[in-house]
């Protein structure tokens, strides 16, 4: 097996370096593919490359569709590890592709890539880059008692700029008042199940095309508009409600402090501490793991995954306090090595609760740390796909 590994949106080079380890043959393609679609004379580059070099296998973070396209022309395999839920881009002539292999941590979302026709997936957990990991804990390891830089912490976006918001000021009030009820059924209910489905049919679609001055939504994919709309409208205006509530409710007793790219924080939120996000990778694990509670409030489009920023934390050596989730709590022992909440009142108890119990609290994230460096880095992810891979044949 001979990999070229080309770099998209997302830059990762903890998965090289795990290839790597693992003793795969591994190119790395120079620059990054940034297109939005396929691009001919970059798929012909890597068609050149893929011949000069005998590349067998591809691979990258997300569907890159210029990438298909080339290994389609040159007859090897497409490895695409996919870190976003819902993730309709595979239901393209792209995603379709034969030759793709597809690893995604969205249990849910992997079914229905299955039901929807396509051949080649895999549900894996994500994971973090131990040996990366390692090194940051050596360089910041100064010995004696933890220093915690905050209480209770949330890194991330509150989507003030989502689309529902740009165009809810011209619906009909009729509309205004209906996408209100659904988003009071969907709302702070953190129990695994996503009330926003089955909400919007394609009719109501197509009404609000005809009554919503500005209203524009492309659908590129083999997808029903009212999917793409419950997903691209509803769920992140749903994630602003929840985010922004749960920050000020957390404040009015404890001290809270958010790092986010957010451009209307400051008047959305009061008595939160307003940090501005944090750029690198290592920044991000410092400020997990120097803080007492570490928040995460998922998309409601995340149905059946762990995000990302749960790894991070518990890999960080941070206490992880996330809304409930069935396959997280198949991932890690609740109240041993992960705390969850399902409602408000379930959050405000256990920020109370661990705050107070800093044994307790610290006794968990070391376990959930232990958890993650144990079962879901790079390494065991890449090896256990690399298997599957071959296994797949053609």
């Known amino acids: 097996m001979r990999i070229l590994y080309v770099h998209g949106t997302a830059k990762t080079e903890g998965i090289i370096n795990a290839l790597r380890r693992l003793k795969v043959d591994v190119e790395v393609y120079p620059e990054r593919l940034l297109d939005a679609f396929a691009n001919e004379k970059k798929a012909d580059e890597l068609v050149s490359i893929i011949k000069e070099h005998e590349i067998t296998h591809v691979m990258s973070i997300h569907l890159i569709d210029t990438i298909a396209v080339a290994v389609e022309r040159a007859n090897v395999i497409y490895i695409s590890l996919i870190w976003d839920a819902p993730y309709y881009k595979i239901f393209t002539t792209y995603g379709r592709m034969d030759n793709c292999r597809f690893s995604i941590f969205d249990k849910v979302d992997a079914q229905r890539f299955v039901d929807g026709g396509i051949r080649h997936v895999l549900y894996q957990p994500l994971a973090v880059d131990f040996e990366q990991i390692l090194e940051w804990d050596k360089s910041c390891c100064t010995g004696g008692d933890h220093h915690y830089n905050d209480e209770v912490c949330f890194v991330g976006q509150l989507y003030d700029n989502n689309f529902y918001d740009e165009f809810c000021n011209h619906l009909p009030q009729e509309l205004q008042d209906y996408f209100v009820g659904v988003f009071e059924r969907a709302a702070f209910r953190w129990d695994g199940i996503n009330r926003i489905n089955g909400s919007v049919s394609n009719e109501l679609v197509a009404y609000i095309r005809k009554v919503t001055p500005g209203f524009q939504m492309v ?26 509530c749960v920050l000020n409710l957390l404040a009015e007793r404890f001290p809270v402090t958010l790092y986010t790219t957010s451009k209307t924080a400051e008047q959305r939120l009061n008595n939160v501490k307003i940090m501005p996000p944090i750029c690198s990778e290592q920044d991000l694990h410092y400020a997990f793991k120097n803080s007492k509670i570490n928040l995460n409030i998922s998309l409601k489009g995340i149905e059946g995954g762990t995000p990302q920023r749960v790894l991070d934390i518990l890999g960080a050596g941070g206490f992880a306090l996330t809304n409930y989730s069935p396959e997280t709590a198949e991932l890690f022992k609740e109240d041993e090595e992960i705390v969850m909440f399902r409602t408000p009142e379930e959050l405000m108890e256990k920020v109370e609760y661990y705050l107070r119990h800093d044994e307790e609290r610290e006794q968990i994230a070391r376990n959930g740390h232990a958890k993650v460096m144990r079962c879901y880095t790079y390494e065991k992810k890449i090896k ?6 071959e296994g797949e044949g053609r």
């Open 219 to 244: 659908n590129f994919f083999d997808i029903a508009d009212s999917t793409y709309f419950e997903n691209g409208y509803l769920t992140r205006k749903v994630a602003n409600i929840e985010r922004i």
């Open 384 to 389: 256990e796909l690399l298997a599957w891979v």
